[in-house]
């Protein structure tokens, strides 16, 4: 039995506490963990708990009481029951509360601020140690910082030796990234007070060896709607729940496939804190799988760019988990799973870029904090190799189960971490060594981004990328020449063009490169290589690959997305280059230089023009159709020319100029060259009420771009017949569920309407967009009003879904989405090329485009409404001779044989047949007909990176139509060109099709 301890007991104890580390004894953690039987216990915070937790095997004896503490609040404090209650699910704010009214309370609790989320709302993270530890927290993170960048200690074993007996090391938890996911904060509050009050010998040992650091709530904004969510569900308990529309401010599930673009505060944050602290362990914690799958140690194929040290700390961990969550008795506890590690995306993939390791559980949530029956499928519950004690069918599960699963993994995987604290430093140490020593171990020596780039704009965005994952960059101080393999993705495109065939010979034969002064240098000699050459690399998921459900995206290969060049060279003289760090945010300069009335801006594809065109006023821009000379210098294809601007805004120009980072020369007279106009048209944005995740990287890319739009729904569209007065341009990009009938038809409308607005009783919904009901779709009104609008003249974008549903619902005749049979791609990314490189849709791109395909969609062209559609070449019917030799019926002449019909590329449409003119009305007249603009690469040189199988289904298939319709026209994708802020490259396609769209139709024509 626990019983309350007398207070010499604590005054002992006490001046224990105060000695810092290295003079307190070395608290050993016990070989078996348990609390202590003087532990004293909150006797009816302990009832609760037992009452909350559905079964007994549901808890362990590690969370199965509350300690008590006369002087430090508990959680009930904040949610006025224990952690995990039924019923309760505190706001942030009430969080963030918690935390603070605990640090008040303990010497063992600090909390820091780390930033604040899109909506403004705090993040925090919370340090959870003893007194000393965070006494002599900053000598400690001094001592760290040397382990993590061994070039401090000249790389010496021996200094390493002693900071790594004398250091404390950081396990860095994270809470509810993913909204719907709840569980978390209640458990890591609760958790924190633990650490902080009791006494039991394995926590005292984990206080005095370990800093536990906590981010209780990652995802602050769409916490605080899910919680807006579920009140109202407990307020209604008879209705529908509203759908949780919107998580964060701009993603939903997509909020932890950050990591690698680096878009979203709590990205930025979260990497900040954990290098900040030099944490060795970064813990992200999800709720989706019954009832504790530790799931990093996951299946194959792991991620090619990290250390396989780290790869057996994962299972370090994980069975470590397994193995004493098993003898505690807790079913359904299993690390090995279907999950693989390939995509360096996620949150706590971050660890494992930077020389941490990198974890993630999920546990099983109900979504809410209601204690409900469920029904698990078979595959869930079945016992396998890996799942000795697998969950059960059906069981009744509370959200104090799901706290005390995380809780009880958290504890036992903090006790290993307090246990085993030197050999994990001792691996961090090496890690970070081995990240050092790359370039002589297993390469390359650095990446190499060339000064003259033809994108010197997205090559920015790159290296602010990495500048963003704390990667250093130097840049050349003088033009050096270095050994290059010669890879097709290392030449510029006219000497690939005369290289096809040593391409295809992949030859690897070294030869001298020179790179001009100022060209940047990612050195492989520094502590996060990996995260560098992750993202710089390319990758390879092989068809064979035994793992045939990729997780995520297979292929991400930054410098193809972004459509700017980064050499990977092995030879090791380049890290004798003469060079300079780079300490500031790499950005390019803007502004207006030379004199005269005329303006002219290079066209360079960038994000930052697209942003210019709205600063620029009521000026006149064109572009110019073809490249032409002025002023003594050369300018591309599609560079603006713009007039008018009156003389007192050519100030106004050049802050936004400057402030885009776009150089504009002032020039006394236009060039005489052929040109578009380019509009400042008015744009919508559309989204559904059913998914918001995938528009929402469109939305974040207009926002940081800051260019006017509004943002409107499906509903809004099937209320207005007149949507052509407002917009110009309506962009709808993917909706995601890979159903785009349900655009059409919304929710199920019977029951009660599901609102999604700002009441009282739901402060933070609405906001963003709000409606009385969720469940209305376009519905065939939303559907005519859209055809409407393209009718009298507007632009519609169609992308994946909605383009299919675009085409499904008749507005695209002749064109259809092509039927693969065995072709796969899973997030891939692909050779793309323009069939007309003069169009204004490849304004400030090259002959061809990496382009990012989410499933191998294309489509397929017919001058017919009706049939018309190329045929696969058949073998010839049975007869005499052999298979290329034509049949002769016996007894009458042979007839002559059939034309060759006109060679028709697999991105055009074929001409129509005898046959098929007989059908009057089925031929789409020439000036309607689709066109492309856009098609994939030959099957050759198709993938770029990630996974593709019988690609030959895709090459040269169309990726992008332009559709003309009444007036105007359709542009539909089968490719996203807007995803995950790691496609800049494709994102001129989006911008040129917005600024020049009055081109697209009318010009489109004449050529035709
Ligand atoms: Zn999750």
């Excluded at 001046?15 to 909150?42: F, G, H, N, Y």
């Excluded at 004896?61 to 508990?74: I, R």
């Excluded at 992200?284 to 991620?303: A, I, K, Q, R, W």
């Excluded at 260019?707 to 209320?719: F, H, K, L, R």
Aim: some cysteine; hydrophobic content about 40%; overall charge negative.
């Amino acid at each position: 039995m626990r019983r309350f301890v007398f207070p010499v007991f604590w005054a002992v104890l006490l001046l224990v506490s105060l000695l810092p580390a290295s003079l307190a004894a070395q608290t050993r953690v016990p070989a078996e963990l348990k609390p202590s039987a003087e532990q004293p216990i909150d006797a009816g915070a302990t009832a609760k708990i037992r009452r909350y937790t559905t079964a007994p095997e549901f808890n362990s004896p590690l969370t199965d009481y509350l300690p008590a503490s006369a002087t430090v609040p508990s959680p009930s404090a904040v949610l006025g029951d224990v952690a995990g209650a039924p019923g309760i699910l505190p706001y942030t704010a009430e969080v963030n509360r918690y935390f603070r009214m605990l640090a008040a309370a303990s010497p063992r609790v600090r909390v820091i601020s780390i930033g604040t989320s899109e909506e403004g709302r705090e993040r925090i993270a919370v340090a959870v140690s003893s007194e000393a530890n965070l006494e002599h927290q900053e000598e400690n993170t001094a001592r760290l910082a040397q382990l993590a960048d061994p070039r401090l200690l000249k790389m010496d074993d021996a200094q390493a030796a002693s900071l790594i007996t004398s250091s404390v090391p950081v396990y860095y938890i994270t809470g509810t990234i993913h909204s719907p996911e709840t569980g978390a904060p209640t458990a890591l509050m609760e958790l924190a007070y633990r650490l902080a009050v009791d006494e039991s010998p394995y926590i005292r040992a984990i206080r005095e060896h370990v800093i536990t650091l906590i981010t209780p709530v990652v995802e602050v904004d769409g916490r605080d709607r899910m919680v807006d969510v579920y009140r109202w569900h407990l307020a209604h308990p008879k209705a529908n729940v509203p759908l949780l529309s919107y998580w964060g401010h701009y993603v939903a599930h997509d909020n932890n496939r950050d990591a690698m673009g680096m878009t979203l505060s709590l990205s930025r944050q979260v990497l900040d804190t954990y290098l900040a602290w030099h944490a060795q362990v970064l813990h992200d914690l999800h709720e989706s799988v019954p009832f504790l799958y530790d799931n990093t140690v996951g299946d194959g194929p792991y991620n090619a760019w990290v250390d396989p040290i780290l790869t057996n700390e994962w299972q370090m961990f994980g069975w470590t988990n397994v193995a004493q969550m098993t003898k505690l008795g807790m079913p359904g506890v299993f690390t090995h799973g279907d999950f693989d590690t390939w995509s360096p995306g996620y949150l706590m993939f971050m660890a494992a870029m930077h020389n941490g390791v990198s974890r993630l559980y999920e546990t099983f949530g109900n979504g809410g904090a209601d204690t409900e029956t469920r029904e698990l499928d078979a595959s869930a519950t079945s016992r396998t190799w890996y799942r000795q004690n697998p969950p059960y069918r059906t069981v009744s599960w509370s959200q104090r189960n799901n706290n005390n699963y995380e809780e009880t993994g958290l504890l036992i995987s903090l006790a290993f971490t307090a246990e085993n604290r030197e050999l994990l430093l001792r691996s961090f140490w090496e890690k970070s060594k081995r990240s050092i020593t790359k370039p002589e171990r297993e390469g390359p020596a650095a990446y190499v981004l060339p000064a003259d780039d033809r994108r010197p704009g997205a090559q920015a965005e790159l290296l602010r990328v990495l500048q963003l994952q704390h990667v250093e960059i130097s840049r050349a101080d003088r033009p050096f020449t270095v050994a290059v393999e010669r890879d097709k993705d290392t030449d510029t495109d006219k000497d690939r063009d005369k290289n096809k065939d040593t391409d295809k010979a992949k030859d690897k034969t070294p030869t001298p490169r020179t790179f001009p002064a100022g060209s940047y240098v990612v050195r492989m000699d520094q502590p996060f290589s990996r995260a560098a050459d992750a993202l710089l690399d390319r990758q390879y998921w092989s068809p064979d690959d035994p793992q045939k459900h990729p997780y995520d995206d297979t292929g991400w290969c930054f410098p193809a997305l972004f459509d700017t060049e980064a050499v990977r060279v092995t030879d090791r003289q380049v890290l004798a280059a003469p060079m300079s760090r780079v300490e500031a945010p790499v950005r390019l300069r803007g502004g207006v230089s030379g004199s005269g009335p005329v303006l002219l801006v290079a066209q360079r594809g960038d994000d930052a023009m697209f942003r210019l065109r709205y600063g620029l006023g009521d000026a006149t821009v064109d572009a110019a159709a073809e490249p032409f000379k002025a002023a003594g210098r050369d300018y591309p294809r599609g560079t603006w020319i713009v007039r008018g601007a009156p003389p007192e805004a050519v100030d106004a120009v050049s802050r936004a100029a400057a402030e885009a980072g776009v150089a504009v020369d002032a020039v006394a007279a236009a060039p005489k060259v052929a040109t578009r106009p380019v509009a400042k048209p008015r744009i919508a944005l559309l989204h559904t009420w059913i998914s918001t995740q995938t528009e929402g990287w469109w939305r974040q890319r207009l926002d940081l771009l800051k260019i006017p739009y509004d943002y409107i729904s499906t509903q809004n569209v099937a209320a207005d017949a007149s949507l052509a007065t407002r917009y110009d341009v309506i962009l709808f990009p993917p909706v995601g569920l890979g159903d785009p009938q349900r655009i059409v038809s919304g929710l199920p409308m019977w029951g009660e309407p599901m609102p999604w607005k700002t009441t009282p009783e739901t402060p933070n919904l609405g906001k963003i967009d709000a409606t009385d009901d969720q469940r209305p779709g376009l519905g065939f009104a939303g559907l005519d009003h859209l055809r409407q609008f393209v009718e009298q003249g507007g632009l519609l974008v169609g992308v994946e879904d909605t383009a299919q549903l675009l085409i499904a619902t008749g507005m695209a005749p002749g064109v259809r989405v092509t039927n693969a049979k065995s072709l796969r791609v899973v997030g891939s990314v692909l050779d793309a090329r323009f069939p007309d490189p003069t169009s204004p849709i490849a304004d400030g791109l090259g002959d061809r485009l990496s382009v990012y395909s989410a499933e191998g969609m294309s489509f397929e062209l017919s001058n017919a409404a009706v049939g018309g559609w190329t045929e696969d070449e058949e073998d010839r019917p049975t007869g005499r001779g052999g298979p290329k030799d034509t049949d002769v019926p016996q007894g009458r002449p042979a007839e002559p044989p059939p034309p060759t019909p006109a060679k028709v590329e697999r991105w055009e449409a074929r001409p129509l047949r005898i046959e098929e003119m007989r059908r009057k009305f089925s031929v789409i007249p020439e000036a309607l007909r689709p066109r492309t603009l856009v098609r994939f690469g030959d099957a050759d040189d198709l993938l770029v990176s990630g996974l593709l199988e019988h690609g030959g289904e895709l090459a040269r298939r169309a990726a992008v139509v332009e559709v003309p319709l009444g007036k105007g026209h359709l542009l539909l994708f089968a490719i996203n060109p807007i995803w995950r802020g790691s496609t800049i490259g494709s994102h001129p396609l989006v911008w040129n099709a917005i600024l020049q769209h009055v081109s697209f139709g009318a010009a489109g024509a004449e050529k035709r």
